[in-house]
């Protein structure tokens, strides 16, 4: 069985518009909580791996024979804590750990 023979295409439509609506309506709002900036870091690493991560997620648990929605919830949720953990954990070390061998390094050629 495939996903495209299963996938709706009401729900991906419906997510659409609720995120277009969702972001008209934060035109209006104090933006001043913190955790923006947490998320507005987690949407980086959730563009670059839900296509082909989640893809193939949705893929293994629909061969599975879990249903398409609640295959749908749990890729969703999976790719936004993998977000979070690439942004939030992750990346600073990396960053760091690079930081580190680049000033290493240019200090050797200097």
């Known amino acids: 069985m495939k996903v495209e023979e299963q996938m709706p295409y009401a729900p991906p439509i419906v997510f659409f518009l609720v995120a277009i609506a969702l972001m008209a309506?934060?035109?209006?709002?104090?933006?001043?909580?913190?955790?923006?900036?947490?998320?507005?870091?987690?949407?980086?690493p959730l563009y670059l791996i839900h296509d082909v991560v989640g893809a193939a997620i949705l893929g293994a648990l629909m061969r599975a024979g879990v249903p398409y929605l609640l295959s749908v919830v749990i890729v969703g949720v999976t790719m936004i804590a993998a977000s979070w953990l690439i942004a939030i954990e992750a990346e600073p070390r990396i960053r760091l750990l690079l930081d580190h061998t680049i000033v290493r390094y240019r200090l050797k050629t200097a």
Do not use: A, K
């Open 25 to 44: 309506w934060s035109l209006r709002l104090n933006l001043s909580w913190r955790g923006w900036r947490r998320i507005g870091l987690m949407t980086y």
